[in-house]
């Protein structure tokens, strides 16, 4: 339930030692091309053609709405407006912990479960949106092109080879060309994967049972990623870092609450604890931004997005088997 966070513990914990962490950041890329694949493979335009309006307009408020007001009150509260850039990790929910809690019996629970869902296609279409307006425009259009030439790419691929483990072989190969194709244009892995994911969902349905072999190893390569992260981020000595964790825990927190007290969302039926943790989407959108941005953005405020994101995880976790005990 804690989704992995004690590995990311244990990774801010090795950071002191001298391992050569600063040689380890070319790995972070494929990581980050793997989760953007694994999300993207999921998406399913059939489906999200038969969902009501109204299930999607209230997906896209709540990704729009909470993104939007995080940023404000993170850059008011800490005075850093740089520092609201993180807003965008901040509104995923954690569907392993939701679905802990809630059990899948009864239509009600079923639609919450499958708004939480359905979040990371609204939020990763938004940080993309966020991305065209902030990045130069040779940035953008890098973005985009390379998408559409890595999915079209790999499409081909997949569809002259017919051996299951042929078929493999060629996604992990696309996945490791898209990362590290995007470290030299300084784009963003993520979002370049997940459109190539959400192509090859929908156009090359006799590769489904190797999308579900990829995501059978999801749980050891995520531990590692987090591990790698919390190994590159470092705990820092700046008395800053606790003041920015503390001020993204109490906005992330707060206004996360809110929205799920909303009645028009309709989540406030179920205890707020279960959707308090962010989940390991928000350390890879996380992650996404800071490697891009390293150079302009302290290491101190990765440190204290990473600490925040753990301390929520550990809210949603500790208040969810609270509620559920009582």
């Known amino acids: 339930m804690f989704v992995g966070m004690e590995y990311l513990i244990l990774g801010l914990l090795l950071s002191k030692l001298p391992l050569g962490q600063a040689s380890l950041q070319p790995l972070l890329f494929p990581f980050l091309g793997w989760v953007g694949l694994l999300i993207g493979l999921e998406v399913d335009f059939h489906y999200l053609k038969e969902l009501p309006k109204n299930f999607l307009v209230k997906t896209a408020i709540w990704t729009v709405g909470l993104v939007t007001a995080i940023a404000l009150g993170i850059g008011l509260l800490s005075g850093r407006p740089m520092l609201s850039i993180f807003a965008l990790a901040l509104a995923p929910i954690s ?176 205890s707020w604890a279960y959707f308090m943790a962010p989940g390991g989407l928000a350390v890879a959108i996380g992650t996404d931004i800071w490697i891009r941005d390293s150079g302009a953005m302290p290491g101190a405020w990765f440190s204290a997005f990473l600490l925040a994101i753990i301390v929520l995880q550990a809210i949603g976790v500790i208040s969810g088997n609270t509620e559920d005990s009582q």
């Open 95 to 270: 569907f392993r912990t939701a679905s802990h809690f809630i059990p899948a019996r009864g239509i009600e629970n079923r639609t919450v479960l499958f708004f939480v869902s359905i979040l990371p296609f609204f939020i990763l279409l938004f940080f993309t949106a966020v991305q065209a307006i902030t990045l130069p425009l040779i940035s953008t259009l890098y973005v985009f092109c390379f998408s559409a030439l890595f999915a079209i790419f790999s499409r081909v691929l997949l569809s002259l080879n017919h051996k299951p483990e042929g078929l493999l072989l060629v996604l992990i190969g696309v996945i490791v060309l898209v990362s590290e194709t995007c470290a030299v244009f300084r784009i963003s892995p993520l979002t370049v994967s997940f459109f190539a994911g959400v192509y090859l969902a929908n156009t090359c349905t006799k590769c489904d049972p190797i999308y579900r072999d990829i995501a059978k190893d999801e749980k050891p390569l995520y531990m590692l990623f987090l591990l790698l992260v919390g190994m590159m981020s470092g705990i820092s000595d700046n008395p800053e870092f606790l003041f920015s964790a503390l001020s993204i825990v109490l906005t992330a927190g707060l206004l996360r609450w809110v929205f799920v007290k909303t009645s028009w969302f309709n989540l406030n039926r179920q």
